[in-house]
């Protein structure tokens, strides 16, 4: 055991005394092959994230919204191929989570005329978008400044109608607030598409989402006269993005 | 009512998209037809000295004025003229695309060319802290570069005429580390490029840091080495970082010829804010081909290689990349190698840069008194004092033939890297040129199908450094690969040469002894 041990050491002792110290070393050639990945390249990916607001009012009457509150959120995979330096296509896989605010109003009938203390609804998507980039200035490796065009379609992963209330006497649960998640809101439709706009130098970007299709189903806008029919959610989402790169 | 708002927002991107449109362009004429030149009016006695001295004639038609009748008619289809080159016959011009197209369509105009900006001072950070300083980096910065041999002979860049090109230079003009310059009204002009006026002791102090770097002088320590010589400051950038325009670049170098200037130093570069590595070429962006034109009037133009090195980008920028530009890459002092921020060469056409390197972190002059700072822009006009000197050691050599000497002076000569070039130029090669026969440090050892490189065992010292350089050039002349050792066994490196395909050079480097082995597989 002794012997291990010092021939461990003996080992240990002249493996570092004969080491070399590697301080500097380059490969040239590999080093000078031509990048096709970046920002101003063939090639580039970066993910980002968004933040944003309505900016938008609902279409017909009896929903009016709480706008500072009404946001949305999302992360996105943005691919683009450079075409030339002023012109690149591209497309961006995302999910965004928007977020209805509904103002409590003496006429509120969406999604009924029951007044909350607080009551928003929230519709999760999983998005498809594909953009074309129009790129001002001159630049190198660099996204710079640039204005894009796009069209998405986004599939409604989930979507969720929340209130919550404040009694003035408990309930049968000796509760005093209430929160009630409805989920399954057949008055959705599953999918729906738009057009976006975006202006960004850099990372930083300001974009303009627009739902060309409706939200609500065709059946809830359109019911019998003695019904009061739905009115169409805000379709226009101010927001600000952070490209990741 | 659902389209009318896609409509407005539509619209709105639109505006935006036009503001973005609006951009800056070299337009250049096709020729300089009826000016009218005076070359004892327009330039410096020096400037004249020194084109008689070069055989260049003094009626270059690169000085001729613009045609004025070609401006005025720019003027009328371009937002604004900001400024105008004669070296390029061009005019600097603010156009929206619609204009731009109109100008091309212009009988006199030859070429537009998009301007580029975004520089990039070649400085890391400042410790502006004036009272902690390193003293050994203080005597290194200069002694590394044999200063005291230059001393020695009273070598101190008399009678040469240095420019800068900087962000600014405060404190200058009453600062006690520049006194023996001002007392001797050493400091012939100043001009500030990017306000169109003469003051430019203001501003950003990268520039005082880097006039010191040459001729500081503080509490007798010098802080450079050409302490003589006279100086022409040109504030050429606006902040301290990115933002500035090639074009005041290019106004400042003809200034600088005009008012006879033997020397620029300049520590900025432009990279990829603005340009792809393949621009770097020495041929592609409008500085580089300046920094040339600047060198065939004999001015010799020592350019900072950049702090890419540990970035994206890695490599030099331009106008680094000018193959008259001594490039100047910067080493550590602690570790005596090359320091990580330094870029790294070569061009994209694979010419060899930086040519040269000296300390990369230096103790410089500020508003507050000394301080440590890093950076090439600082390891720039170490080497620009240097240039002075040795030129005034020989003032019968041309520009191109003292780049030739500056390289050959350095200590790592013949052998190269695109970390370090040639290593950092020697004082003492200017006035000792006898080569004397350098016993060797180590020996080459085939062994089967490996390169053996066998230090003496002599010189291998138990306490300093070893470094060994070794490198693998191709027969084009182009490096492989290169690396650099730090030695504690005779059996320093294993090359194996069966991965080695075609002809190849490899050449090492080990205490001052370079050799090299020929590989030939034809």
Request: hydrophobic share 40%; glycine share 6%; proline share 3%.
């Amino acid at each position: 055991m002794k012997k291990l041990l010092a021939v461990l050491i003996v080992a240990l002792f002249s493996s570092t005394l004969f080491s070399q110290v590697v301080l500097l070393e380059e490969d040239v050639a590999g080093d000078t092959i031509p990048e096709t990945f970046g920002p101003n390249l063939k090639n580039y990916r970066h993910l980002y994230f968004e933040y944003g607001f309505l900016a938008d009012k609902p279409e017909g009457t009896g929903l009016e919204m709480l706008y500072g509150h009404s946001h949305n959120f999302g992360i996105g995979l943005r691919y683009k191929y450079r075409m030339t330096n002023f012109l690149a296509l591209g497309w961006d896989i995302h999910i965004t989570e928007w977020t209805y605010r509904i103002k409590q109003t003496d006429d509120k009938v969406f999604p009924n005329n029951i007044k909350h203390k607080k009551e928003k609804l929230t519709v999760n998507n999983l998005g498809l978008e594909f953009y074309t980039r129009l790129n001002f200035g001159k630049r190198g490796n660099h996204i710079g400044n640039f204005v894009d065009f796009a069209a998405f379609g986004n599939y409604i992963t989930g979507a969720s109608h929340y209130t919550l209330d404040v009694l003035d006497t408990v309930n049968v649960n000796n509760a005093g607030r209430v929160h009630t998640t409805n989920k399954d809101l057949i008055y959705l439709e599953n999918i729906n598409y738009g057009v976006k706009f975006r202006i960004g130098i850099n990372r930083y970007i300001i974009s303009a989402s627009y739902r060309l299709s409706d939200l609500i189903k065709d059946n809830f806008v359109d019911l019998p006269e003695a019904i009061v029919p739905y009115p169409e959610l805000p379709r226009l989402f101010i927001a600000f993005q952070i490209g990741i790169h | 009512m659902k389209y009318k708002k896609l409509l407005i927002i539509l619209f709105s991107v639109l505006y935006i998209t036009n503001l973005f449109s609006q951009d800056k362009y070299w337009v250049c004429f096709t020729d300089k037809k009826d000016s009218k030149f005076n070359p004892f009016t327009y330039f410096d006695v020096k400037a004249i000295e020194r084109r008689i001295k070069n055989n260049i004639s003094l009626y270059d038609s690169t000085d001729f004025p613009l045609n004025n009748n070609y401006i005025s008619k720019v003027s009328e289809v371009s937002e604004e003229i900001t400024s105008e080159t004669r070296w390029f016959n061009a005019v600097a011009v603010w156009a929206y695309p619609d204009q731009i197209e109109k100008i091309k369509q212009l009988s006199f105009v030859k070429q537009v060319i998009p301007i580029y900006y975004q520089s990039v001072l070649a400085e890391i950070k400042t410790k502006d802290n004036p009272k902690k300083y390193d003293e050994t980096i203080l005597s290194g910065q200069t002694e590394r570069m044999e200063m005291s041999i230059f001393e020695k002979h009273n070598i101190t860049g008399k009678g040469l005429r240095i420019a800068i090109f900087d962000g600014g230079f405060p404190t200058v003009d009453v600062n006690p580390a520049f006194e023996h310059i001002r007392k001797e009204k050493r400091i012939i002009k100043t001009y500030d490029f990017t306000k169109k006026k003469e003051f430019v002791y203001s501003y950003v102090s990268h520039g005082t840091n880097v006039l010191s770097c040459i001729a500081g002088i503080i509490d007798g320590k010098k802080i450079g080495m050409a302490v003589d010589a006279e100086f022409l400051l040109a504030r050429t950038e606006i902040v301290r970082e990115p933002f500035s325009e090639e074009e005041n670049w290019l106004a400042a170098v003809e200034w600088a010829d005009k008012n006879g200037a033997d020397v620029i130093n300049s520590s900025l570069g432009y990279t990829h804010q603005r340009y792809f590595y393949r621009d770097m070429d020495g041929k592609t962006c409008f500085v580089t081909r300046a920094a040339n034109l600047a060198a065939a009037k004999g001015i010799f133009v020592v350019n900072a290689a950049g702090n890419e090195g540990s970035g994206k980008w890695k490599f030099i920028g331009a106008p680094a990349d000018a193959d008259s530009a001594l490039s100047i890459g910067g080493i550590n002092p602690a570790t005596d190698y090359h320091t990580s921020f330094s870029s790294y060469g070569p061009t994209f056409d694979k010419r060899m840069k930086p040519n040269v390197c000296a300390y990369g972190h230096v103790v410089a002059a500020g508003k507050n008194g000394l301080h440590e700072t890093q950076g090439t822009s600082f390891a720039s006009p170490l080497v620009a004092g240097f240039v002075a000197c040795a030129w005034q050691t020989n003032r019968s050599l041309n520009n191109m033939e003292l780049f030739n000497e500056i390289q050959k002076s350095a200590d790592l000569y013949p052998y190269y890297d695109y970390a370090h070039g040639f290593g950092v130029p020697q004082a003492s090669f200017f006035f000792d040129k006898e080569k004397k026969e350098l016993e060797p440090s180590f020996s080459f050892v085939e062994e089967e199908n490996n390169l053996i490189i066998m230090i003496n065992k002599d010189m291998i010292d138990s306490t300093g450094n070893n470094y060994l350089f070794y490198h693998i050039e191709n027969e084009e002349g182009i490096l492989d690969y290169y690396t650099l050792i730090d030695v504690y066994q005779e059996r320093a490196a294993i090359i194996s040469l069966s991965d080695l395909k075609g002809n190849k050079t490899i050449r090492a480097h080990y205490k001052k002894y370079t050799a090299e082995f020929e590989l030939s597989k034809n």
